[in-house]
């Protein structure tokens, strides 16, 4: 997709919010444009507010505003006994959502759902590679292990699938209640695929979620209508628009006037300015999140944990945090994962400021030259790349290493940065998707994650061992001491430099009712209401 706004684009966009001014509209201030409309393909928070959480729904949910497991497409479930197999049974009358460009025949059954899961991974399945989407990698069900754990789907019934695993895995359940465990339709699938238009898939999506997909302005709106047939009843909010903002001033500024309702993300410095409004109310939530920076492991010198070691030890941390995220209450990250999170250790921690120290190693290590990336995005766990960035940039050129600071625009840094020859330091983070220390230790630094979203490209024996187990056991009691015993290994070899778990913020204009933060990361306005 072209990533420039034009001027015609701006005027359309401006035209479509004057437009809609008199309809009962929520107007959210997003902060960046989707990849694409299909959430099996994609891997960013922003993506998924614009297509999962809105457009479409999973067999399982997380209770609005929390990690908790109900019921979605699938109203029940059981799991044998030896917890390999699961089966769901399919809420009856589910429609699909019927548009100017599709309108279903038949109501949802097994064979979407087993379509939705086979096209992840089965190789031959024509909606898994280059015909659909060039480059198609699937990262989300990759990364999550999923083609190790999951044997076969099968359509029992038209009500009723079921779900076979190789071995138990404890957070199976969870993982399908995340965004890349979307339902989407076999039939429209089916029809693209006859009329020669599969790439019409990613973006203009169908699904059977509160809303449904009307146009998109590239990089400026994206307009969405309530679902009349949404099998949880209609939303009272009849139309939603995502009005892309990226600049988080501007956006902030956008809801203090009125013209956006809900904005994420203000930056720090705005804070205060925010709380002096009477118009408006400033959510924050402790993330479930880390902000981290990835060392490539393959490539000498890095591949040394000990000049790994001295490159954190090098970064005044404590100033870095302080700069970036002022008062927005930002805790300095000790683990991967967040202290909120059942498993974190807090016997663990990582490397103290030490620059003299660090010197010597360094020096020792012949490294006098590093790439430092940084994206242009604001994320909840980084306000600011770029001044990380500079900021990281004068603490090593203090130990006599230069870094070569690489900008990317936020959706060609990721596919850059997974790459795995890419070099140097690469800045990131996380947001946990269900709720599970799975899904930051295995997710962000298991073997087989590596090329998807193991950006250190760091396979440790002795750490897979660990989470790999911890993925088999049942009992919670024993993955927390697998767990710890991983968050030990994880600071010894030192594949990362760990910035902070961040306080997260929203703002959201008085008038408007039901938003909930979401401790997932996620944006979701069904149950959003607005007082005209």
């Not at 809105?54 to 019921?71: A, D, M, N, Q």
């Amino acid at each position: 997709m072209k990533k420039t706004m034009t001027f015609a684009a701006a005027l359309l966009a401006a035209s479509v919010l004057s437009g809609m001014a008199s309809a009962k509209t929520l107007v959210y201030c997003s902060e960046a444009s989707p990849a694409n409309f299909d959430p099996g393909t994609t891997t960013g928070g922003n993506d998924f507010d614009a297509s999962s959480r809105t457009v479409y729904s999973r067999l399982v949910e997380f209770k609005h505003g929390g990690t908790e497991i109900e019921p979605g497409l699938a109203d029940k479930w059981e799991i044998s006994d030896d917890g390999l197999v699961y089966t769901f049974h399919l809420h009856p009358g589910v429609k699909f959502q019927t548009t100017d460009y599709f309108k279903p025949t038949r109501d949802l059954n097994a064979d979407d759902v087993v379509f939705s899961f086979d096209r992840q991974f089965n190789k031959e399945n024509p909606w898994n590679g280059d015909k659909y989407l060039p480059n198609l990698t699937w990262d989300y069900y990759t990364g999550m292990d999923m083609p190790k754990y999951v044997a076969k789907w099968e359509k029992v019934d038209d009500l009723t699938v079921k779900l076979t695993l190789t071995e138990p895995n404890a957070p199976m359940l969870a993982n399908l209640g995340m965004d890349f465990a979307s339902i989407v339709s076999k039939e429209y699938a089916d029809q693209l695929q006859k009329d020669g238009k599969m790439a019409d898939f990613s973006t203009k999506p169908i699904g059977t979620g509160p809303f449904q997909f009307v146009d998109y302005q590239l990089d400026s709106v994206i307009r969405y209508a309530a679902n009349p047939d949404y099998f949880k009843g209609k939303e009272k909010i009849d139309d939603l628009v995502f009005a892309i903002t990226p600049d988080a001033t501007a956006r902030i500024q956008k809801v203090l006037a009125g013209e956006c309702d809900i904005a994420p993300y203000p930056n720090p410095a705005d804070i205060a300015t925010i709380k002096a409004n009477k118009d408006v109310t400033l959510m924050d939530q402790a993330g479930l999140n880390i902000g981290y920076m990835s060392y490539n492991t393959t490539i000498p010198p890095l591949d040394k944990p000990e000049v790994r070691h001295a490159l954190n030890q090098a970064i005044d941390r404590e100033a870095l945090i302080k700069s970036l995220f002022q008062d927005a209450g930002a805790t300095p990250a000790e683990n991967l994962i967040p202290p909120t999170m059942w498993s974190w250790d807090k016997d663990v921690k990582t490397d103290a400021y030490n620059p003299d120290e660090a010197k010597k190693v360094l020096e020792a290590a012949g490294l006098k030259e590093i790439q430092l990336w940084a994206a242009d995005r604001v994320r909840p766990y980084n306000p600011n790349f770029q001044r990380a960035a500079e900021l990281i940039q004068a603490d090593w050129a203090k130990v006599g290493v230069k870094a070569n600071i690489v900008n990317y625009e936020w959706t060609k840094y990721r596919e850059e940065g997974k790459k795995k020859d890419r070099p140097g330091a690469f800045q990131i983070g996380w947001t946990g998707d269900n709720g599970d220390p799975d899904n930051f230790f295995a997710t962000l630094f298991a073997c087989s994650a590596i090329g998807v979203s193991n950006y250190s490209s760091w396979c440790d024996k002795d750490f897979e061992d660990l989470i790999q187990k911890a993925k088999k056991t049942s009992d919670q009691a024993e993955r927390t001491k697998l767990y710890e015993q991983a968050q030990v290994i994880f600071a010894k070899e030192a594949p990362a430099f760990l910035l902070a778990h961040s306080q997260v913020y929203s703002v959201v204009r008085n008038n408007v009712t039901g938003y909930k933060m979401d401790p997932l990361g996620i944006h979701r306005f069904d149950g959003v209401d607005k007082a005209e």
